[in-house]
């Protein structure tokens, strides 16, 4: 099929002021998730929180609407509160070609005044786009409309159906967006060859000894839970302790847990991913990972050097709230910790909670559930689908090693693991180390440059998927 898509820019150029501003008008939206109880100071009232929520949110539609009016035409949606559920029909719509998934809201900026632009300004420079959500993930909503609005301009057609889901709610777990959303494809018997969300990104240095950026394609995802430590004593006045306070006694179950992790491992989804990237490794490493089942323990150890590929061989152990005591002079009658596990595929929620309490072994010490938690994806490998996200990478970033991995935190994707063959968290931007802290962090900006790249990956899959079936 001949069409206009063809006269793009090299996937070096960056994008036009006007593309770059349809961008910075949604990030000037404040979709701002936040977890109950979450943040610090006073709370506002939650009906005007909502509505204000609401306002936010109405504009970020409208804004799509204004922005995008091909696809809202032409394309069927529904809405889930907040959440945007687009149905572009194939040509022959008995089948379902890909699922494209990714999240209008966004994470609190609570330190507006460490940013080097106010968060929700939606500036545009020369160089970058700048915002809270401009990589997590209104970059990757935007792109999708740009690159789909593109398509039917040309007059472009999927062979098979794809469906956009938009959530709303992703950083609060999706409950009321990727939930119902999902619901509904199941309803509806959808089964479709490709999956594509967040997580993978291009990275530039964080794998140790690879030289060339390294194009992660995550095909699945750790697990999550969250584990409370809580103790109850007697109290009384500081002058008269006991042999262990409550606080002392938490403070020992912690440190026993956060110094006996999980065990490392080596899984299925990391032997390919070395293999993958084994050409690319010095010459000593490719000969270990020649013996890879027999050198299995001494990869983990390596991989568990540091933090960023430690989450791949192992169920991580964060400790990240400790509650307690109300005076200097006063023992605490209760006190409490959280702890935050990422479950590695063959690992459960179950056996995290266990290994909290062998390793504990205090009865005095109440461990249980909080909140959200999820198994990890059951068996994350490849599917039919992954060569053709992998090509898709090589034409935009020639210059990458393309591989897989598992994404550390947790995605919509979990909500609709069972309605795909083939699962990509993935996008085609380049990020380094210190890009990657403005995911949730201060600062958070998009190049020019890495935003073309986004939607020239959209538009080359909308291309693939109006071509006549490929060999599967």
Not at 265 to 288: C, F, N, W
Not at 358 to 375: C, F, H, N, P, W
Not at 456 to 469: H, M, Q, V, Y
């Amino acid at each position: 099929m001949s069409t206009n898509l063809e006269a793009r820019p090299s996937s070096g150029d960056p994008v036009d002021d006007a593309t770059a501003e349809r961008l910075a008008v949604a990030l000037r939206c404040v979709t701002v998730s936040r977890e109950e109880g979450a943040g610090s100071g006073a709370k506002p009232d939650p009906a005007a929180a909502q509505a204000s929520l609401d306002t936010e949110f109405r504009r970020l539609g409208a804004h799509l609407e204004e922005s995008f009016p091909r696809v809202h035409a032409e394309l069927e949606l529904e809405k889930f509160g907040h959440s945007r559920l687009y149905t572009w029909r194939g040509v022959d719509d008995t089948r379902t070609a890909a699922l494209l998934l990714a999240h209008q809201d966004v994470v609190p900026a609570d330190e507006p005044g460490r940013w080097t632009h106010p968060p929700f300004a939606g500036v545009v420079d020369e160089e970058f786009i700048w915002g809270r959500g401009a990589i997590d993930d209104k970059s990757r909503v935007l792109a999708i409309l740009e690159a789909a609005e593109a398509a039917l301009a040309a007059g472009l057609r999927p062979r098979h159906t794809v469906y956009l889901a938009f959530g709303h709610d992703e950083e609060v777990f999706g409950d009321t967006g990727a939930v119902q959303m999902a619901g509904r494809l199941r309803e509806r018997g959808v089964r479709a060859d490709l999956l594509l969300d967040e997580g993978g990104v291009i990275t530039d240095g964080i794998v140790r000894e690879v030289r060339i950026p390294v194009a992660t394609i995550m095909v699945g995802e750790k697990g999550y839970a969250t584990v409370r430590l809580s103790v109850t004593d007697t109290g009384g006045h500081s002058s008269m302790p006991g042999r262990q306070t409550a606080i002392g006694r938490l403070a020992r179950a912690v440190s026993r847990v956060q110094d006996h992790p999980m065990p490392l491992r080596i899984t299925p989804v990391v032997t390919d991913m070395l293999a993958r990237l084994r050409p690319h490794l010095p010459a000593a490493k490719r000969r270990l990972l020649g013996f890879a089942g027999a050198a299995a323990p001494v990869v983990a150890r390596i991989l568990a050097a540091t933090p960023q590929t430690e989450s791949l061989v192992r169920t991580t152990t964060a400790p990240t709230v400790i509650r307690g005591g109300v005076k200097a002079n006063v023992l605490p009658q209760q006190a409490e910790a959280l702890i935050n596990f990422r479950i590695l595929p063959g690992d459960t929620v179950e056996s995290v909670l266990a290994h909290c309490r062998r390793t504990v072994r205090d009865g005095q010490v109440s461990i249980e559930l909080v909140g959200m938690s999820a198994e990890p994806s059951p068996a994350p490998a490849p599917g039919p689908q992954f060569d053709l996200i992998a090509e898709l990478t090589r034409q935009v970033a020639p210059e990458a090693a393309v591989t897989t991995g598992l994404v550390p935190g947790a995605t919509d994707s979990r909500h609709y693991d069972d309605l795909a063959a083939t699962r990509c968290n993935f996008a085609p931007i380049r990020l380094t180390a210190a890009d990657l802290e403005r995911i949730h962090g201060n600062d958070e900006r998009l190049s020019r440059v890495n935003y073309a790249r986004l939607i020239e990956f959209n538009r080359r899959l909308f291309t693939a998927l109006a071509e006549p079936d490929r060999k599967r």
